[in-house]
Every structure is written in C-alpha cells, then in structure tokens.
C-alpha cells in the first residue's frame, strides 16, 4: 500500500471535508429518495472537529486527504447492556483509492479511539442496497443487526 498516514482532522481540513461530505451524499440519493434536495447536509463538521467525544479522522497521501471517517460517543437505549456506544459515520474515500484498506484502516483508528474512550459497542448505518459498502463493513467485522423499514403515508 502506498505510504498512506492517519490523523485526527483539523479545522484546517474543513473545506477539503466539506467536499467529501457533498460527494457521500450524492453518491448515497439513488439509496434514498427522502434526502432533500440541494443545497444540504450530514453534519456540522466543524463542531465535529472541535469536539471531545467525537473523532474526525482523515487518510492521507503525499500530503492530500484521501479518506475520511468519524466516531462519535451515542447515548445508547435504556433496555441495552451499555450506557453509551461509539457510532460511526462520515466513511468516504476519493475513488482512485477505493479497495486498497484505507477504509479498514480508518475503522481501525476509531475502534481504538472508542476503545480509549471506554467504549465497548460500536455501530454505523449503511444503506440497505448499498452492497459495496456492506462489504466492505462486513470485511472489518461488521454484521447486520437491525433492519430500519419505512413506508411514506401519502
């Protein structure tokens, strides 16, 4: 693999992130027909950034991001064995470094950030029909848990 480094982001990141951001969303519409239209957005990624009990990483190479991901400490429901859990979001790489573990590698950074933050459960959303993406989660140790279904009223 290329000589590829991971860090905790910076506000200096902000605008290449913000990028990242648009590009997920365009890439996750055909999965979701309820995302509205443009201009929109995920997260505030800036509060993200400046966060404690969140880690926003990003993969680098020769100086350019190339990946992304975050971690952020969830209140977990009443009825489960643990108060709080670490959930992950925000996966993206840029194509031309897509199948070459950059992503495993980011999910790897923020299992030990959840891990140093006392976290023994983590968990992420992924579109049902977004196959690639199950894949690649499933490559990390991921499993399917719950399934969310929805029907709109009118």
Request: with cysteine; charged share 25%.
């Amino acid at each position: 693999m290329e000589n590829i480094t991971l860090r905790m982001a910076t506000i200096n990141d902000l605008d290449v992130l913000l990028g990242f951001e648009q590009e997920l969303i365009l890439a996750e519409r055909p999965f979701d027909e309820t995302i509205k239209p443009p201009p929109v957005s995920y997260y505030d990624l800036k509060e993200y950034i400046l966060r404690d009990d969140v880690a926003v990483v990003v993969a680098e190479c020769a100086g350019k991001i190339i990946s992304s991901g975050y971690g952020l400490t969830k209140k977990a429901r009443a009825y489960l064995d643990h108060e709080e859990y670490a959930y992950l979001g925000f996966m993206y790489t840029i194509p031309e470094f897509r199948g070459k573990g950059v992503n495993a590698r980011i999910v790897d950074y923020l299992k030990n950030w959840a891990v140093s933050h006392g976290l023994r459960e983590i968990r992420l959303t992924v579109y049902y029909d977004n196959l690639p993406a199950i894949r690649a989660y499933e490559k990390v140790g991921f499993r399917s848990h719950i399934i969310e279904m929805r029907v709109p009223t009118m």
